[in-house]
T-cell receptor, first 115, second 114 residues
Framework: AQKITQTQPGMFVQEKEAVTLDCTYD???????LFWYKQPSSGEMIFLIY??????QNATEGRYSLNFQKARKSANLVISASQLGDSAMYFC????????????FGIGTKLQVIP | DAGVIQSPRHEVTEMGQEVTLRCKPI?????LFWYRQTMMRGLELLIY????????DSGMPEDRFSAKMPNASFSTLKIQPSEPRDSAVYFC????????????FGQGTRLTVV
């Protein structure tokens, strides 16, 4: 069965510092996608970054990078130069099945950026 | 594009009443998903459509829940009768392709059943 594990219920980071949010996954499918979404207190889900299981390089999007370690089945999100606006819930997710349409989410990590 | 639009943003209803949540996906997106978010269970996929056809409804909790997509620009999720345990935030998302490389979520409908 497919599963996403986020073991950090909450994290604190000083403004302008980098922070890593952990995510491990479990799947027997050779092909899958990994995502990170941000959910601020206002409630909307904001797509941050995507990594395909066959992508050779780690995905990057601005201050976000995904540290993809396939053998360890981990897909950690690294946020560089944290900003106050980064305070939010962060969800790791995985798409799977033949058409990749099914997506399972982790329980999230609450990040708080301290001034 | 305005993004995925959900209505209403908030809904408070009494137990036993029918509730209808609405979603307008992004134009041109072939896939539409309904998710439910609760503190206890996180984000759960309820059902998804491809080209207006329901593909997988295995996440729908019970027969009180039904979803339709009469055309490419509109979908509904109906709960009849509603129960307090249905209280949650319901998200609609749409995606342009498979595999899902980036799904766009609506702002959600916060449902409270009293």
């Amino acid at each position: 069965a497919q599963k996403i594990t986020q073991t950090q219920p909450g994290m604190f980071v000083q403004e302008k510092e980098a922070v890593t949010l952990d995510c491990t996954y479990d799947t027997s499918d050779p092909s899958y996608g990994l995502f990170w979404y941000k959910q601020p207190s206002s409630g909307e889900m904001i797509f941050l970054i995507y990594q395909g299981s066959y992508d050779q390089q780690n995905a990057t999007e601005g201050r976000y990078s995904l540290n993809f370690q396939k053998a360890r089945k981990s897909a950690n999100l690294v946020i560089s130069a944290s900003q106050l606006g980064d305070s939010a819930m962060y969800f790791c997710a995985m798409s799977y099945s033949g058409g990749y349409q099914k997506v399972t989410f982790g329980i999230g990590t609450k990040l708080q950026v301290i001034p | 594009d305005a993004g995925v639009i959900q209505s209403p943003r908030h809904e408070v209803t009494e137990m036993g009443q029918e509730v209808t949540l609405r979603c307008k996906p992004i134009s041109g997106h072939d896939y539409l998903f309904w998710y439910r978010q609760t503190m206890m269970r996180g984000l759960e996929l309820l059902i998804y459509f491809n080209n207006n056809v329901p593909i997988d409804d295995s996440g729908m909790p019970e027969d009180r829940f039904s979803a339709k997509m009469p055309n490419a620009s509109f979908s509904t999720l109906k709960i009849q009768p509603s129960e307090p345990r249905d209280s949650a935030v319901y998200f609609c998302a749409s995606s342009p392709q498979t595999p899902w490389t980036e799904a766009f979520f609506g702002q959600g409908t916060r449902l409270t059943v009293v």
